[in-house]
Each structure stands twice: as C-alpha cells, then as structure tokens.
C-alpha cells in the first residue's frame, strides 16, 4: 500500500548568527508551530514526529532534538546524515505517509550552530582520525580541491564562481528569512580575502543557526487542497575516501556521481526525462559557489565540459530553470536543516506563498542535498500536480 | 519584558576522549612507514584494484581485500589547494593539500606537497595546474603516522 | 594505468547497472503496490532474512568500519540475498559514541551503502528497524540492511551521556543515564513499599548473569562493569561491550515476520515523567501487541531492552507481562523474558534495541526453539524517553 504524499505546510524561523532569544527547543517550536499553521492542521492530527539534528558538537547539546517534544508520546525518530540531514529526515517522514502507517507526518530539522565557536574545528573531525585528521581537511579545504579540479578539467575560472555566487546574494535580498542581505558584485567577491585556493571567503557560506519544520500529509487528508506533492526523491551515498573517487568509468570526483544516481531515480518516479525544460525552480546545496559547477551536469541540465558557458546564460537566458530564489545556502547555512530548507524553498514556490520571491508559473521544482564530503546527495522533486 | 541584557548565555566546553582502535590493516600500513619508508596498499580480489590507503575491506565489492601492494615512489597530482587562512589547531599557511595517485595505486591519497615556496599563490597555483609528478618524500626518522610523508615536485 | 594489469570488473558499472535494475524493478513493484487495494490497509509482509550480531571488548585488530563490515557480511550471508539485491541500508549509531562527527560517512560503506540509498539515525537501533519496516511497506525499497553499533572500549559512556542532559536545568546537577536509571529505581521502591524489595535483586542478577553465560553471542572476555551508584544493588549494571549486529529485512516471505511496531515517546525532562509507569514503553507495547493481535502473556519469548536490571525489571510491568511490584520477581522466574541475559550479555547504546531484536528472532521457529511469537524493545537515550516495540512471528 504505497500512498502519495504532499507537503501541505512550510515553517522557518529566519537564519542569523545567533538567535540569543531562543532556547534550542523554542527555535524548533517556531517552526513547527508556523509549519502546522501553514498546513491548517493540528498537533493532536500529527501522528509521527521525525528530527534532524546533524553534529551534536554544532549544538554542544548531545540529542538537542529531544528537548521539544512535540504534542504528548507521539513516535519520534532523530536522523543525522550531516548536510543531507534534512532532506533524509524529509524521505524518512514520506515512507512514513506512504506506508500507511502514519496520516500526517511532522517532520524538522534544527540548527543550534550559533552556541558553538567555531565549526571548522568540529568539521575537522568528521575526517577519519587514523589517516586524515592530521592534515587541513575541512569543508573549505575540501571545496577548494574540487574547485581546482573543475578549473583544469573544464576550464571554468575565478570569475564564474564570483558571479554564481554574486546571484545567489542577489536573490537572497527578496529573501526575509536568508542571513546575509547583501548585494555583492562579481568584483565585491573577487576582492574579499582567499581562504583556500581559488575560494574566496564571499565564496563560501555563512555559520547561520535556525529552524525548519514540514507537515507531510498522505493523498486521502490532502483531498483537493494545494499540495506540494513529492512526486520523486531519491538518496545515494558514495564510499567514504575522496581519493576512491578520481578513477571511475563513470566520473572523476567532481563528476558527482551520487547526485547523477539519485536523480536518475527520482527523475524516473517524477517522469522527468528533460530537467532542462520541465524544471522551472531548482533549489541547490552548495555550500560553496564552485560546487554549483558539478551540480549542472548530474542533475542533466548541460554537460560538464560545457559548464562555463551554462553558468554565463544564466544572466540572459530565460528558459533556464531559476537556480536558488532563495538564496540558497549560500545566503543562509544551517548545515542540519539546510537540506530540508531547500525543500521547503521549493515547497513555497510550488504552492506560490514564497512572498517576494516567488517565481512566476512554477509547476516543477527540484531541491538537491550535500552531506560529508559530496559523499551524500539527495534529490526531490516537488510538483503541483498530483502524482500519477 | 526581556530586554537583551536579560537574556542568560552558559559557557560551556564540549570535549571527549578517545581511543581509536586503528585495526591490524591500518596498523600495518603505518609499521611499513616507519621500518620500511613505504606506502602499501591492498588489492581487492574481486575488481582487482589497489586500494591506497590499505584497507581490509572494498567497499564497492563489499569483500575482504586481499595482496599488500608497495605503490609510488611517484604519482600523478590530481587536485591540489593552497590554504591562506589560519585555522584553529592546524599548520600555519601557506599549506598545499593534495591529492595524488601514486604509481600502482588505483584511488588517490592525500598529503601536503611541502618543499616549494607558496606565498606566491597565484603562481604555485599556475604551477601546480599543469598537474606535474610528484614523489613521496619521507621525514628522517618516520613515526608510524600519516605524517611520516609528504609529497614533492620532481624536478626537471 | 592504475593498478593491476589485465581485465578488472568494474564495481561502480556493476552498481550502476545495479542501480539502474532496482529503479526498474523498484518502480514495478511500486506500480503492484499501486494496484492493490489502500481501502483495506493492506500492507505488504516485512520478513526478516538474515542475523549477524558480535559483542567484543577491545579488539584491537579490527577497527570499526572492519567490525562493522563482518557482522552486515554476516547478516547478509545469513540471508542467502546476494547484496546486489539490497537497495537499502538503515543505521544507528551515535557521532559521539563513535567519536567523530557524521561518522556515518566512514561507517556507513562498511555497511554497504556503496552507491545505495543509506539514511543513518541518530538513536537507539530498533527505531531504525521500525523505519526501515516502513521503508519496505511504501514500497521504497525492497530488500534493506539495518545494522547498528556502538564500542564501548572507544569511548566514556559517562562523558557522553552527561552531554545529553540540558546545560540549564540538569547537567549542572552532573546527571548521567545511570542516574536516571537510579531514580527510576528508587521511585519504584517507593511507590511499592514492603514490595519485593533488593532481596529479589539477588535472585534476578544471578539467573541474568546464568544466561548471559550460556548466550553463545555474550561477551566472552572483558567488558566494563561500572561502578553501581549509590542506592543502586549490586548486580543490577550493565556489562559494558563492544556491540555490533545488523539485519536483512525484505518483503519477500521468509520464516519470521514483523508482526507488530509501536513507538511512543514521553517528555524531555526526567522530572516531567512517571518514571515507574513508562507510559513510552507501555504505549509502544500496546501498539505492537495489537497490531499482531496478542496480549503479553502470549508472547513466547520477551526481549527487554534496559541500562539496568531494574530498568529490565520495570519494563516488564510496563509491557504488561508483570503485575506492579512483580517486575524482579516475574523477570527471574520467567524464562522466556530475557533469556539472552539482557544487558548482561554486552551492552553499549545505540545498539541495544537491534540487538535485542535479533535474540528474538533467533529463538522463533524452527531454527530456534520452536516460539511463535516474540516481542523485543528498544530504549532511547535519556533515560528512555523514546521506546520501541517489535512483535516477530514464525511465519
């Protein structure tokens, strides 16, 4: 008994450094509360609640999920993926809906970033302690080895990634919620300080702490109401070692196979079979304006070695997908929930409630999700029509 | 009212101790460094790669691996950065992290390239994209750590 | 170039082919989910194929991804399913019990995620295990590995545990697991006084540590007994161990089914709960038990997950299979309760839930002693606050 399911409600809490008015479980209460209000639904009619919380160290709080419970001894099952932690949390809350063993699923995911004091020394140790943990590996580092990469493979230069990272803040001003409201220049980024090799630190993302919440619901509750229906997802994990990732048939490292194999799955149960045209929004995780680059190719919308030039028509051509309305994460990072951000981005535009930025005619959008080092990928695609 | 100087922080330290249990294959790997100033790998039986680090088992194949294979002395650079901003706990910059395949290898290692002058990033940069060989270099007295080894250009 | 010469196979294609096989397949059999009836609630059976499960101390020739990868090997052996069947894989494990953040990303392909759909939780490994049912059951998947770990000798259980109590409210006050399982224990003597009282202790730690020494999986050497606190009897802690065990779950029939799930929760702070009614557990149970059709008392085997023997012990009234009071007393006398031994065979969250799964399951039916129908639990950290219950039944 395989159910469909819908997103019926979105709720956020903005994304900022630090929320210093908010306990860990009042940021998750905001945006759980906001989500039910959205779906018009009520806490006593949800019958699962799924958590994602990424590194506990990010919180300094061990299982910071449980400390807001939600309604009285409801199931509650916490998910960490790392960065695809919310989109995990998502597809775990739909198996839920379509085994028919829940009617509404209450799915959210909190970042509590803003008590830590820095996260680099926390995303140093997601590396393995026996070979790696010695040397400099950290996610900018990590980002800087591929951007290199992209640049021999494909000839892509500095100056893509400035401008790709220029829209996205662009596009983050309409954004209330997004952390960083600042309209940057290709020019602007160039010249912010190198961290890493070609990355520059305008390049790369924010540490920004908040809340997402979703209400699922299953075909029969929907009924005729708007829904954003989860018409495919899919998740692929990939072998740990980076360096188990340069000399495949299928693609070197930056040829993102994870992401490629999940949306060749989610794309088939979605009946997508030309992304280029049927998407209209696609909301990606790219924590680094340069990972962008390998997003391209995987999710079909232009081939590698033509990656440059698919980044330039983005400023003139129309027909393209809109790529991050939101701003993406690039704007606002809070790494357990940005997964699950880029869904409900997606779910808003689907359901036209995304305010200033809403994109016109939005029948198709797909969110992608990054954990571990590009180890993790998920896809989702949203649509307004029910699924077949 | 709360007003902002109400409002309560807690400092806190959040610090655990371990003991990483580094396995028989791992621990061998690090013996070769220290008595024999050699990189091993181990071949899986099934796809018949070589997997650098050893490893005891393939992932992909999902079997135990099989021979120990000594790789390198040199290898093909695949990705490279070079880190200019200070981290908490790690080495003062400029640093070059690399990835290279060392010859007999079928996955990339990473180590940083020392033994050139990276202050010049954009020129170490243009350097390092023409992807030259490079070969293991070893400390004078190894450890039995993955720092027992760096990489170097080979020159001419 | 790279490596040997002559031909090589060639993993990632064989997985992709894989892959692209399950996305046909996948979608067939959704299509067949599809078509049956949603009126009725039909869902498909979920059948266990395949148990592995290793509880060691301090082995240092194999480090956790190689312990990891010989129990899901074994499971996956032990189901007779080639892993190029499997399209799912469900963890549980701990960032700070393995000692790393995301620690997923170095486990997860020893548990075979290889270019599969992999999804890691964060808390106790039978929720897992009721997710990957679900998994099964939508149609999302068709075959799943669930597995679930965690070494005791690699980390400080203590250290670990105070960081799951809030910075506000508890953790000032140092508390740990053990100390909620301290209090649990008290407010029991208290709310049944001139009750059995510590003298059944002695008789239900020795018949616990009796069959924890004829568990053939049990710990065989070493392991950590921690110091009792006080007010707490002696014999009633855990033998702290290195815990791995995994599973294959499919929708293809085999001789044990998954009956029954119930899952509840209670709230956060110890201080807002019934310590001694554990509504989660007692709700999970019922939930479970009435989706199999069948009260405690028919349960043949009866798999209780707990830090403590008191934890054990009040599980068992909660589950119903014990009058208030009796919990000690039912659990010595009881042979069908915890006959593994409990956690005195080996014990290290987030592992326990799974684990008792599997002694479950490896008592029902022919290849076990001949039980129809058996219930296992699993319990969440601080002290329990999320609860599981899974009914298996010889198919």
């Given at each position: 008994m395989?159910?469909?399911?819908g997103?019926?409600?979105?709720?956020?809490?903005?994304?900022?450094?630090?929320?210093?008015d908010?306990?860990?479980?009042?940021?998750?209460?905001?945006?759980?509360?906001?989500?039910?209000?959205?779906?018009?639904?009520?806490?006593?009619?949800?019958?699962?609640?799924l958590?994602?919380?990424?590194?506990?160290?990010?919180?300094?709080?061990?299982?910071?999920?449980?400390?807001?419970?939600?309604?009285?001894?409801?199931?509650l099952?916490?998910?960490?993926?790392?960065?695809?932690?919310g989109?995990?949390?998502?597809?775990?809350?739909?198996?839920?809906?379509?085994?028919?063993?829940?009617?509404?699923?209450?799915?959210?995911?909190?970042?509590?970033?803003?008590?830590?004091?820095?996260?680099?020394?926390?995303?140093?140790?997601?590396?393995?302690p026996?070979?790696?943990?010695?040397?400099?590996?950290?996610?900018?580092?990590?980002?800087?080895?591929?951007?290199?990469?992209?640049?021999?493979?494909?000839?892509?230069?500095?100056r893509h990634?400035?401008?790709?990272?220029?829209?996205?803040?662009?596009?983050?001003?309409?954004?209330?919620?997004?952390?960083?409201?600042?309209?940057?220049?290709?020019?602007?980024?160039?010249?912010?300080?190198?961290?890493?090799?070609?990355?520059?630190?305008?390049?790369?993302?924010?540490?920004?702490?908040?809340?997402?919440?979703?209400?699922?619901a299953?075909?029969?509750?929907?009924?005729?109401?708007?829904a954003?229906?989860?018409?495919?997802f899919?998740?692929?994990?990939d072998?740990?070692?980076?360096?188990?990732?340069?000399?495949?048939?299928?693609?070197?490292?930056?040829?993102?196979?994870?992401?490629?194999?999940?949306a060749?799955?989610?794309?088939?149960?979605?009946?997508?079979?030309?992304?280029?045209?049927?998407?209209?929004?696609?909301?990606?995780?790219?924590?680094?304006?340069?990972a962008?680059?390998?997003?391209?190719?995987?999710?079909?919308?232009?081939?590698?070695?033509?990656?440059?030039?698919?980044?330039?028509?983005?400023?003139?051509?129309?027909?393209?997908?809109?790529?991050?309305?939101?701003?993406?994460?690039?704007?606002a990072?809070?790494?357990?929930?940005?997964?699950m951000?880029?869904?409900?981005?997606?779910?808003?535009?689907?359901?036209?409630?995304?305010?200033?930025?809403?994109?016109?005619?939005?029948?198709?959008?797909?969110?992608?999700?990054?954990?571990?080092?590009?180890?993790?990928?998920?896809?989702?695609?949203?649509?307004?029509?029910?699924?077949? | 009212?709360?007003?902002?100087?109400?409002?309560?922080?807690?400092?806190?330290?959040?610090?655990?101790?371990?003991?990483?249990?580094?396995g028989?294959?791992?621990?061998?790997?690090?013996?070769?460094?220290?008595?024999?100033?050699?990189?091993?790998?181990?071949?899986?039986?099934?796809?018949?790669?070589?997997?650098?680090?050893?490893?005891?088992?393939?992932?992909?194949?999902?079997?135990?691996?099989?021979?120990?294979?000594?790789?390198?002395?040199?290898?093909?650079?695949?990705t490279?950065?070079?880190?200019?901003?200070?981290?908490?706990?790690?080495?003062?910059?400029?640093?070059?992290?690399?990835?290279a395949?060392?010859?007999?290898?079928?996955?990339?290692?990473?180590?940083?390239?020392?033994?050139?002058?990276?202050?010049?990033?954009?020129?170490?940069?243009?350097?390092?994209?023409?992807?030259?060989?490079?070969?293991?270099?070893?400390?004078?007295?190894?450890?039995?750590?993955?720092?027992?080894?760096?990489?170097e250009?080979?020159?001419? | 170039?790279?490596?040997?010469?002559?031909?090589?196979?060639?993993?990632?294609g064989?997985?992709?082919?894989?892959?692209?096989?399950?996305?046909?397949?996948?979608?067939?059999?959704?299509?067949?989910?599809?078509?049956?009836?949603?009126?009725?609630?039909?869902?498909?059976?979920?059948y266990?194929?395949?148990?592995?499960?290793?509880?060691?101390?301090?082995?240092?020739?194999r480090?956790?991804?190689?312990?990891?990868?010989?129990?899901?090997?074994?499971?996956?052996?032990?189901?007779?399913?080639?892993?190029?069947?499997?399209?799912?894989?469900?963890?549980?494990?701990?960032?700070?019990?393995?000692?790393?953040?995301l620690?997923?990303?170095?486990?997860?392909?020893?548990?075979?995620?290889?270019?599969?759909?992999?999804?890691?939780?964060?808390?106790?490994?039978?929720?897992?295990?009721?997710a990957?049912?679900?998994?099964?059951?939508?149609?999302?998947?068709?075959?799943?590995?669930?597995?679930?770990?965690?070494?005791?000798?690699?980390?400080?259980?203590?250290?670990?545990?105070?960081?799951?109590?809030?910075?506000?409210?508890?953790?000032?006050?140092?508390?740990?697991?053990?100390?909620?399982?301290?209090?649990?224990?008290?407010?029991?003597?208290?709310?049944?006084?001139?009750?059995?009282?510590?003298?059944?202790?002695?008789?239900?730690?020795?018949?616990?540590?009796?069959?924890?020494?004829?568990?053939?999986?049990?710990?065989?050497?070493?392991?950590?007994?921690?110091?009792?606190?006080?007010?707490?009897?002696?014999?009633?802690?855990?033998?702290?161990?290195?815990?791995?065990?995994?599973?294959?779950?499919?929708t293809?029939?085999?001789?044990?089914?998954?009956?029954?799930?119930?899952?509840?929760?209670?709230?956060?702070?110890?201080?807002?709960?019934?310590?001694?009614?554990?509504?989660a557990?007692?709700?999970?149970?019922?939930?479970?038990?009435?989706?199999?059709?069948a009260?405690?008392?028919?349960?043949?085997?009866?798999?209780?997950?707990?830090?403590?023997?008191?934890?054990?012990?009040i599980?068992?009234?909660?589950?119903?299979?014990?009058?208030?009071?009796?919990?000690?007393?039912?659990?010595?006398?009881?042979?069908?309760?915890?006959?593994?031994?409990?956690?005195?065979?080996g014990?290290?969250?987030?592992?326990?839930?799974?684990?008792?799964?599997?002694?479950?399951?490896?008592?029902?039916?022919?290849?076990?002693?001949?039980?129809?129908?058996?219930?296992a639990?699993?319990?969440?950290?601080?002290?329990?606050?999320?609860?599981?219950?899974?009914?298996?039944?010889?198919a």
């Amino acid at each position: 008994m395989s159910t469909r399911v819908g997103i019926l409600g979105v709720g956020q809490t903005s994304y900022r450094r630090h929320h210093a008015d908010k306990s860990s479980a009042e940021l998750i209460f905001e945006a759980v509360e906001a989500a039910l209000r959205d779906a018009d639904v009520d806490v006593a009619d949800v019958d699962v609640v799924l958590a994602g919380v990424a590194p506990d160290a990010l919180a300094g709080e061990n299982s910071v999920e449980r400390t807001a419970m939600i309604g009285a001894g409801k199931p509650l099952l916490r998910i960490n993926t790392g960065g695809v932690t919310g989109s995990s949390t998502a597809f775990a809350g739909a198996s839920y809906v379509a085994s028919g063993r829940a009617r509404i699923a209450l799915v959210f995911a909190l970042e509590r970033m803003g008590q830590a004091t820095t996260s680099q020394q926390v995303f140093n140790t997601i590396f393995d302690p026996v070979y790696e943990k010695d040397f400099p590996l950290t996610t900018i580092t990590m980002a800087a080895l591929r951007a290199s990469m992209l640049m021999r493979m494909y000839g892509y230069t500095e100056r893509h990634w400035a401008s790709i990272a220029s829209r996205n803040y662009r596009n983050a001003l309409r954004n209330p919620l997004a952390h960083i409201h600042r309209d940057l220049s290709p020019e602007d980024i160039l010249a912010s300080p190198l961290l890493a090799w070609p990355i520059h630190r305008f390049e790369a993302c924010p540490m920004s702490e908040g809340a997402v919440a979703l209400v699922l619901a299953s075909e029969d509750v929907i009924g005729d109401r708007d829904a954003a229906w989860m018409q495919g997802f899919a998740s692929r994990s990939d072998a740990y070692a980076m360096g188990d990732r340069f000399h495949r048939p299928e693609g070197t490292l930056v040829d993102l196979l994870s992401l490629q194999l999940a949306a060749k799955q989610a794309y088939a149960d979605a009946g997508i079979d030309d992304p280029r045209r049927q998407l209209d929004v696609v909301e990606l995780y790219s924590p680094f304006s340069s990972a962008e680059a390998m997003t391209y190719p995987a999710l079909g919308l232009t081939e590698a070695h033509d990656g440059p030039a698919f980044v330039e028509a983005q400023e003139v051509d129309l027909s393209l997908p809109r790529f991050n309305p939101s701003g993406g994460p690039q704007a606002a990072n809070p790494v357990s929930a940005t997964a699950m951000v880029r869904i409900a981005e997606c779910a808003l535009q689907v359901l036209e409630r995304a305010g200033d930025r809403q994109v016109e005619d939005v029948r198709r959008a797909v969110a992608t999700g990054q954990g571990g080092a590009t180890q993790f990928s998920t896809l989702c695609v949203l649509g307004s029509d029910r699924p077949e | 009212m709360t007003t902002a100087s109400d409002l309560i922080t807690i400092k806190g330290n959040w610090s655990f101790d371990y003991t990483y249990f580094a396995g028989e294959t791992a621990s061998r790997f690090f013996k070769e460094l220290r008595e024999h100033k050699r990189v091993m790998g181990t071949r899986c039986p099934s796809c018949e790669r070589v997997l650098v680090p050893a490893r005891a088992f393939c992932d992909a194949c999902f079997c135990r691996t099989g021979d120990w294979v000594e790789v390198g002395p040199q290898g093909v650079l695949e990705t490279f950065t070079v880190i200019t901003a200070a981290f908490p706990g790690l080495p003062e910059p400029p640093v070059v992290l690399a990835y290279a395949t060392l010859d007999g290898a079928d996955t990339a290692l990473v180590n940083l390239i020392t033994g050139l002058d990276a202050s010049d990033v954009a020129g170490t940069a243009e350097r390092l994209m023409a992807q030259p060989r490079v070969e293991l270099r070893f400390i004078d007295e190894p450890q039995g750590r993955i720092t027992d080894f760096s990489f170097e250009i080979v020159q001419g | 170039m790279h490596g040997a010469s002559g031909r090589r196979s060639d993993p990632v294609g064989r997985a992709r082919s894989e892959c692209e096989q399950s996305i046909g397949e996948g979608m067939r059999s959704r299509a067949l989910l599809q078509g049956r009836g949603g009126v009725t609630g039909e869902r498909p059976g979920v059948y266990v194929h395949g148990t592995a499960l290793e509880i060691t101390w301090r082995d240092a020739t194999r480090n956790l991804g190689e312990l990891i990868f010989d129990v899901v090997d074994g499971a996956v052996r032990d189901s007779g399913i080639g892993m190029q069947s499997v399209d799912s894989v469900v963890l549980a494990a701990h960032d700070l019990v393995d000692g790393r953040s995301l620690s997923s990303m170095v486990t997860a392909p020893a548990a075979g995620a290889y270019l599969r759909d992999e999804i890691r939780f964060g808390d106790d490994s039978a929720g897992a295990f009721a997710a990957a049912v679900t998994r099964l059951e939508a149609g999302h998947a068709r075959c799943s590995i669930v597995a679930g770990w965690g070494r005791s000798s690699e980390h400080d259980p203590d250290r670990v545990s105070q960081a799951l109590f809030d910075p506000f409210w508890q953790r000032p006050l140092g508390m740990r697991e053990l100390d909620v399982s301290a209090l649990r224990a008290q407010a029991w003597r208290l709310r049944h006084p001139g009750s059995s009282g510590w003298d059944d202790v002695v008789a239900a730690s020795d018949s616990r540590a009796t069959r924890a020494r004829a568990n053939p999986r049990a710990v065989s050497h070493g392991g950590h007994v921690a110091d009792v606190p006080p007010l707490m009897p002696a014999g009633s802690m855990p033998v702290l161990a290195d815990v791995v065990v995994a599973v294959v779950l499919s929708t293809e029939p085999s001789p044990i089914r998954v009956a029954g799930l119930g899952l509840s929760s209670e709230p956060y702070l110890v201080g807002d709960r019934d310590l001694v009614a554990m509504p989660a557990l007692r709700t999970a149970a019922r939930l479970a038990l009435a989706e199999a059709g069948a009260s405690a008392e028919q349960l043949d085997v009866v798999e209780l997950d707990g830090l403590t023997l008191l934890d054990e012990a009040i599980s068992l009234e909660a589950v119903g299979r014990a009058a208030p009071g009796q919990g000690l007393a039912r659990l010595s006398a009881d042979d069908a309760v915890n006959a593994s031994g409990g956690g005195a065979a080996g014990y290290c969250a987030p592992a326990m839930g799974l684990t008792r799964i599997v002694e479950a399951a490896l008592r029902l039916g022919p290849g076990g002693s001949g039980a129809q129908r058996a219930m296992a639990t699993g319990s969440s950290v601080v002290g329990g606050q999320t609860q599981t219950a899974v009914v298996l039944e010889a198919a």
